[in-house]
């Protein structure tokens, strides 16, 4: 396991989000599903995080290799740990989306598929990124991933402005029109792109306003003076109905013209 320069650090804190990430790990293993494998592939993990679905990935790939990449090191930091028994098998590359090319991956490009779950919104030029991708797969290869999509969070957002915030993230949730067209122009076909409602519901007051506080909220929390931050989670928490985040995700498959 080999890791290369890794971009400026982010705000993510690895071990918190490895955590509280329930809903994000579920959701990767339905997705990841959806990949054709004969388990001796190379894939790249575009955005591992820390590294719950790559080791779902990489239980898929007996005979394969994974790239898992991500632009946070606190993030690669907690996902190396966890993928320590995979040494031989996964390569840790900490490199930002929109920078990412066939010389980031070196050997490993083109690699056969790249998978990416809960990562691309955070990527708010999906022109960029998906050209990019097209860099690194093989032609004929697989893009299977999920996103925010268009009215993803809306009553987090709400909450939000009724607080006299705008924006609490710099995300973009793309139509599955726009995401449609957007691949074909980066050289992808075969593609679907349809989005499904995941409404989260959270046991306690205590678990939303954490997950809030850590994923969803996380680059407006940071702006603000310590001492402000878990009362403002806690306000937006209380605004929700039913302890519950109106999740919506944007699905992706598609494959490199080749
Ligand atoms: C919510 S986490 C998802 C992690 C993992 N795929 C999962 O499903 O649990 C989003 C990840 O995207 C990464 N990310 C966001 N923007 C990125 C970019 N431009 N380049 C690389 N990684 C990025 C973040 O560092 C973070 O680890």
Redesign the pocket.
Known sequence: MSSESV?PA?D?D?AR??RL?DP??R??DTVLERLQLAGDETVL??????????EQLLERLPNGRVIA????R???ETARRRLERWQERVRLVG??????GPSTLGDDAPVDAAL?????H??TDHDR?FANLATVIRPGGQLVA?CGAEGNIESVVRAVRALGVERAGTWLYASTEETSERLRRAGFVETRVWTNPEPTPFPSDADLTDFLEA?CLREHIATLPPAERRPFSERVAAALPGRTIDYVRLNIIARRAG
Not at 45 to 54: K, Y
Not at 116 to 120: G, K, N, Y
């Open positions: 971009a982010s993510w690895g989000y490895d990430a994000q790990a959701w990767g993990d575009a955005g591992c995080g820390s590294g719950r679905v790559t990449l991500d632009a946070s606190s993030m690669l490199v930002d989306l929109l920078d990412l990416s779950t809960a990562t691309f955070w990527v990124l999920q994923v």
